[in-house]
């Protein structure tokens, strides 16, 4: 064995050998993979190997696609048989909110270039002529899909990459991880210690044990996934004797289960509610190829509806019951990317459907690793989603509520309600009482819209507009002519200070570091080739420190980043002050008499500019002051000690309340930056596209000095660019907005895709913010939008459609 190593996977199942053959396809030949027992012990080997493309993430989508196209290539390179069968999927329809679900699901499809088919239910019969059509409105065909032999599959990539020079130890466990102080990784295994650059742990049911090992609380538990594999049917094998093509993997989302054959009978599958968390401690030290013992009483009414949609199943004897480990996290999503707080530490844990995604998985890890960054925007699968609050609990809670809900209807505005209430501003009950109905971020629950009496306090989830739509537009109208109130307490928050804090911010960002106190700018932290990681707004603060602001859902990844460019000599301070500090928003044409209500501060113009802040008073409160708002109104953001939270709250309610004065909550302020073109990190800003792409000049100084990204951006400049970011409104629609991830067309072919839409109710107009073609970028450019299989015409218009002049902001 090996005593060094460029890089060190820990796990060899699908996913770590997976990793493995990328690195050395990227030419890491010197590294390593170590397996405590056999290739595929844990979890691969039991997994029915299917390999569903169906994916509502942009980013797992490009994940699935990759993985299946690999695997085509596969038994071409190493000569060995992965067993793929690519015999199409169908996903069945039985109501209309489903198959709005598929036309959302094949818009996203369609920008990531994977193949969708609609069928009726005749083409069904056809196609799976077992299938009873009864109550079905239809139905999505894949066909690429299919499924794989999984221990084939990893026994391949074990042969490619040994044949290009990598090593795979088997039957070596590591008992220990240790970082030296120049940065490497010291890997202790029962057999010898590794030195090397870079862990990637692949672990699968030994994530959270692997985590312990450098500190990592990995928020990934398994779940129990049951099977059934039966004997054979005389009708199967009869059109196997006839040469009949197989019948393909069919789907009954609404019944939970899916089913194909299997050697002339059926696998069934099942995802039920009630499926408890396993391994909760960890396997054990001698685990290996371990099962459950079945429980088929959980099974019963998914068992039975199989049994109706395809009688013949019903006809067939057990042959066995599979009930193994299947990797979950809380969103159920899998964790790839750079470990939080650790420097060359990389996750490729939580794979729930590891099958699908160990090929794209493998490919960009080992993209980020080797070249600093992935081709694709990771942040939907990155570790740092998640937080400090997921407890053992919450993680046995979140992730039987995140295995259940595997075919429940992926709604745009769903909200998971398990293991909530959890972080509450203090003035949640408050917004409570006025009507709120919260979702959350990162932990944190936030007003989406506010119901007023009588109206229920609950969400209708739609792909179309819902019983939230009429109220969300009151809540904009009465922050365009009196003054609202936001609640932003979950914006993440923290203080860069010392001799050298100056000098690195002015290098991790793009725009210019605000040079006198009490002034604020935008800023965005580009990749290294100059796409866009992060936004944060920096206020300078009296002291010569900064306070940092970005998005709640990005703390983790921001802070982290943040941690790690820092200087190792001390010449800089982070204080994280995210819980310190509560934020509410004002803002609206009477915002300004509400301030000067419940402060002496003097708030007009002259004495308080925009994009500029102020210490004091609200009420009893001494605060941060700041006028910025993201909704294109007259407005300030009250960074307050958020013990006060309560006592600022119910002072602006008090003082405002003939003012018209209204909480608003997040639905109404998305419809509202729509109006006025503001970007968001993960849709219209990405490190796919350029910081130009996104439209972000203004925001850009190459000519400041060097900063993190300006040459790669240079160099995409002189390259050309494939992408431009536009305002789009959308003609003739009648209940149904752009969502995100639409399809924009030009005789027939994409040209673009939204990232995000909605109605404008100030403007009384449908929009979408998007990306496409340069060349088709000049306003009054007609083009097309599919929006759930409806194609709508659409025309660029120019920015900000909302008081283009800022006027309001200004006023």
């Not at 920008?111 to 009873?132: A, H, M, S, Y």
């Not at 960009?364 to 990771?378: F, N, S």
């Not at 917004?431 to 229920?456: C, H, I, S």
């Not at 819980?579 to 803002?587: D, E, H, Q, S």
Request: aromatic fraction near 10%; include cysteine; charged fraction near 25%.
């Amino acid at each position: 064995m090996r005593s060094h190593a460029r890089a060190v996977v820990i796990g060899g199942g699908v996913v770590g050998v997976s990793t493995l053959y990328h690195l050395a396809k990227k030419g890491w030949s010197n590294s390593i993979l170590l397996e405590r027992k056999e290739l595929t012990s844990g979890s691969t080997w039991h997994a029915a190997g299917l390999l569903p493309l169906f994916n509502m993430s942009y980013s797992v989508g490009q994940i699935h696609k990759y993985s299946v196209n690999f695997y085509k290539e596969l038994e071409a390179e190493t000569g060995q048989d992965v067993g793929l069968r690519q015999v199409s999927n169908i996903r069945l329809a039985m109501n209309q909110d489903r198959m709005d679900e598929y036309r959302q699901y094949a818009g996203v499809a369609s920008t990531i270039g994977i193949d969708v088919n609609f069928l009726c239910p005749e083409q069904i019969k056809d196609i799976w002529p077992l299938c009873q059509t009864e109550g079905l409105i239809g139905a999505i065909q894949h066909p690429d899909d299919g499924y794989i032999q999984p221990a084939d599959l990893t026994q391949a990539m074990a042969k490619g990459a040994r044949a290009m020079g990598a090593e795979i130890e088997r039957y070596t466990s590591v008992i220990g991880i240790e970082q030296q102080a120049n940065d490497e990784w010291l890997v202790k295994t029962d057999k010898g210690n590794i030195t090397c650059e870079h862990v990637i742990s692949a672990t699968g049911n030994f994530a959270r044990q692997t985590g312990k090992m450098v500190g990592l609380d990995i928020p990934v538990i398994p779940v129990e996934h049951q099977f059934i594999v039966t004997e054979p049917h005389p009708k199967i094998q009869a059109r196997q004797a006839q040469g009949l093509p197989e019948m393909g993997v069919l789907r009954e989302s609404d019944g939970s289960w899916y089913l194909r054959e299997e050697n002339g009978g059926f696998i069934l599958g099942i995802y039920e509610k009630g499926a408890p968390c396993c391994y909760v401690e960890g396997p054990s030290d001698d685990s290996e190829y371990e099962l459950f013992q079945e429980d088929l009483n959980r099974l019963e009414p998914h068992i039975e509806a199989a049994i109706k949609r395809v009688p013949e199943f019903g006809e067939v004897g057990v042959k066995q019951v599979f009930n193994g480990a299947i990797c979950y996290t809380p969103d159920g999503n899998p964790i790839i990317g750079p470990a939080p707080g650790l420097k060359n530490f990389w996750l490729n844990e939580g794979h729930s459907f590891g099958i699908t995604a160990a090929g794209g998985a493998g490919w960009q890890l080992a993209e980020w690793i080797v070249e600093g960054q992935p081709t694709i925007d990771m942040l939907g699968v990155i570790p740092h989603r998640f937080g400090p609050y997921t407890s053992k609990a919450f993680l046995r809670t979140k992730n039987e509520e995140a295995y259940a809900h595997v075919f429940t209807t992926h709604f745009p505005d769903e909200e998971r309600q398990a293991a909530r209430p959890l972080r509450t501003a203090p003035c949640y009950d408050r917004m409570k009482d006025l009507g709120a109905v919260f979702g959350q971020k990162y932990g944190w629950e936030r007003p989406n819209w506010f119901a007023p009496k009588g109206t229920p306090q609950v969400d209708d989830w739609s792909f179309r507009r819902s019983n939230w739509f009429e109220h969300v537009g009151n809540e904009c109208k009465n922050v365009q002519q009196n003054v609202g109130i936001l609640d932003m307490t979950a914006f993440a928050k923290c203080r860069i200070s010392g001799p050298s804090a100056e000098v690195f911010l002015d290098n991790l960002v793009a725009n210019r570091i605000p040079k006198k106190p009490g002034r604020v700018n935008l800023c965005h932290a580009l990749t290294e080739n100059g796409g866009v990681r992060s936004e944060f707004t920096i206020l300078r603060n009296p002291d010569n420190s900064f306070y940092l602001v970005s998005a709640g859902a990005m703390e983790s990844f921001d802070h982290d980043y943040i941690k790690k460019k820092m200087p190792a000599d001390g010449s800089v301070r982070y204080d994280h002050i995210t819980t310190k500090i509560g934020v509410l928003v004002v803002a609206g044409p009477k915002s300004r008499e509400l301030m000067q209500r419940v402060s002496d501060a003097d708030f007009s113009n002259e004495a308080f500019p925009w994009l500029s802040s102020q210490r004091i008073d609200i009420g009893f409160a001494d605060s941060i002051v700041s006028r910025v708002t993201f909704v294109g109104e007259l407005g300030w953001e009250i960074h307050h000690p958020m013990e006060m939270q309560n006592h600022v709250f119910d002072t602006l309610m008090a003082a405002g309340a003939d003012l018209g004065v209204k909480p608003f909550g997040i639905r109404a302020m998305d419809s509202m930056r729509l109006e006025k073109s503001y970007r968001l990190v993960g849709t219209e800003l990405s490190i796919e596209y350029s910081a130009y792409e996104s439209g972000l000049e203004r925001f850009v100084h190459p000519n400041k000095g060097d900063f993190i990204g300006r040459d790669g951006l240079s160099d995409w400049k002189d390259r050309g660019f494939d992408s431009q970011f536009v305002t789009l409104e959308v003609h003739d629609v009648t209940d149904a907005d752009a969502l995100g991830n639409n399809p924009i067309f030009l005789n027939d072919q994409t040209v673009g895709r939204a990232t995000g839409g909605g109605y404008g109710f100030r403007v009384g107009k449908s929009l979408a913010l998007a990306m496409i073609h340069p060349d088709l970028a000049a306003v009054g450019t007609e083009l097309e939008m599919d929006i759930l299989g409806t194609m709508h015409k659409v025309t660029v218009i120019e920015e900000s459609p909302y008081d283009p002049d800022n006027q309001h902001l200004r006023s």
